[in-house]
């Protein structure tokens, strides 16, 4: 295990419209306010959900389609790091379908499409972390 100390820097509050993807809203929302670090929570609706499930450096993609109205968006929460020198948005999601409210989810990918809304509140932090390629695992932990 490594870890880091880090102290509370900038909070903001979003509001994602409808017909908005949610992840590159999420980088977006943390590129135009200087956040490099820090961590969010998302709640809302989609009409469109695209996650994937790791397995082996790749992910296996879902995609569905609302039906009726839209999913219902659970408390989601992710984190903001610096990957290839970009700003990284890093997040799992959780969605209900319609019928039941039935809980699924996995890594949010580009293809999600909120409805009507989505709500965010993002911290950003005084520390910077990055990612770095692990050639083992295929995948881009945090470096502390």
Known sequence: MKFMSASPRKTIIARIDGGEDLLLSLQKIAEENGIRS??????????????????????????????KCCFELLPTCGNISIKEGKIFAHCHIIASDEE??????GHLLEGTIVYPTAEVYMQGCDAEITRTFDA????????L
């Open 38 to 67: 820090g961590w969010f929570t998302v709640i809302g609706g989609l009409k469109k959900l695209a996650y994937g499930l790791f397995e082996h450096g790749n992910y296996h993609n879902i995609v569905k389609d609302a039906k």
């Open 100 to 105: 039941e409210g039935r809980a699924f989810g």
């Open 136 to 143: 083992e695992t295929k995948f881009w932990p945090m470096k």
